[in-house]
């Protein structure tokens, strides 16, 4: 006889620019009642989807406060051919607004195919004194071949300017490994 596991309560968000309102009862019939596993460091999980619900798109204003529902992750190839590195770019970072201001337009012309009508941003992190740490190192795909290490951000932001490309981070994820679940925000 198997040991019984507390059940525990978890929430899953998806977004996509390419989820229309149409398309909308497609993804809630693929996901409602299914079980989702879960396996990764030699663990295994298994969820019941018990709800699926829509969150609407909010009405973005300059300035909007946002967190993070997941860490954040940007970085830069560095180095020379003989010894290059990858350098995750960390809180006081002076050049990180303008990393994430052009990674923004960067998804918003893959996403919708043309460039923003307006490319303002401005980007500032709130950190918290009592924050004990806002940048994590994350171990990805570990114990497998293709396992790897990202230093990543975990707090809450503030972005002023353009309102598309906050509607850009919100559906399509801040900085890289988005795929993998990074970059996922949400309004404070």
């Known amino acids: ?35 989702l596993h879960v396996d990764g460091g030699g663990h295994h999980s298994e ?3 018990n709800d699926v619900k829509i969150i609407p798109v909010p009405m973005f204003q300059s ?11 940007f ?21 990180l607004p303008s990393v994430v201001r052009h990674s923004l337009i960067t998804k918003h ?3 919708y195919g ?10 500032r992190l709130c950190i918290n004194p009592q924050q004990r740490r806002i940048t994590r190192l994350v ?22 300017g353009s309102t598309q490309l906050m509607r850009t981070a919100w559906e399509c994820g801040l900085g890289e490994h988005c795929s993998l679940g990074f970059g996922c925000v949400g309004i404070d």
């Open 109 to 111: 012309e893959q996403a």
């Open 139 to 160: 171990h990805v795909h570990e114990n497998e071949p293709n396992e790897f290490f990202v230093r990543a951000i975990f707090t809450r932001f503030v972005m002023s």
């Open 47 to 49: 969820f019941i989807v």
């Open 1 to 35: 006889m198997l040991p019984l596991v507390p059940r525990t309560c978890a929430k899953l968000f998806i977004s996509s620019p390419m989820i229309d309102e149409y398309n909308m009862d497609k993804v809630i019939n693929c996901f409602q009642g299914q079980m």
């Open 114 to 123: 043309v460039p923003p009508q307006d490319k303002t941003l401005d980007f």
């Open 63 to 73: 300035p909007c406060r946002f967190l993070c529902l997941s860490p954040l992750v």
């Open 75 to 95: 970085s830069q190839e560095r180095g020379n051919k003989n010894r290059p590195f990858t350098y995750y770019y960390r809180p006081d970072d002076k050049e």
